[in-house]
């Protein structure tokens, strides 16, 4: 079932359940899907573009947040975190620190990698086998941590 499927039957029944802050999250992702699909490419999104699509949006609503709590204004950021929360369910499972840390140390023993100056080698192949699993910033600060040791 395509993510564009599972969005409106996910908006049906927030619909029913009058659920305000899922119906907007998922109008929201409904809105980035149609816009993406319509940028001139002509193509169906595929379903690496739609985790892309699902993690940037789950990305702003965080950072969002994190700026409301540091402004002290809680009231606004509870809302961006219910709304990433919500979007998350579409997102595939998140991989634990642990596994992304087995994960990176096997890239890097693997292609025999060392130093800082092959940071964007081993993030590309991370990438690559990770997949949508795990944040970006994680796999970042991993991959440093385990190029430094």
Not at 49 to 69: H, P
Request: net charge negative; no cysteine.
């Amino acid at each position: 079932m395509s993510l564009q499927v599972q969005i409106m039957d996910a908006m049906k029944n927030a619909m029913k359940s009058k659920d305000q802050v899922a119906l907007e999250s998922l109008r929201a992702v409904k809105s980035e899907i149609l816009l993406a699909q319509t940028s001139g490419s002509g193509a169906e999104l595929s379903a690496e573009d739609e985790i892309k699509l699902l993690q940037k949006l789950v990305k702003q609503r965080k950072d969002s947040a994190a700026i409301f709590i540091e402004q002290g204004r809680q009231d606004l950021a509870e809302p961006e975190l219910a709304q990433a929360a919500v979007i998350e369910q579409f997102l595939p499972a998140q991989l634990s620190v642990e596994e992304v840390e087995k994960i990176v140390a096997s890239i890097v023993s693997e292609g025999g990698f060392s130093g800082m100056q092959a940071m964007g080698q081993v993030m590309a192949l991370a990438n690559a086998k990770i997949a949508g699993a795990a944040d970006g910033k994680t796999v970042s600060s991993i991959v440093k941590k385990i190029l430094t040791a």
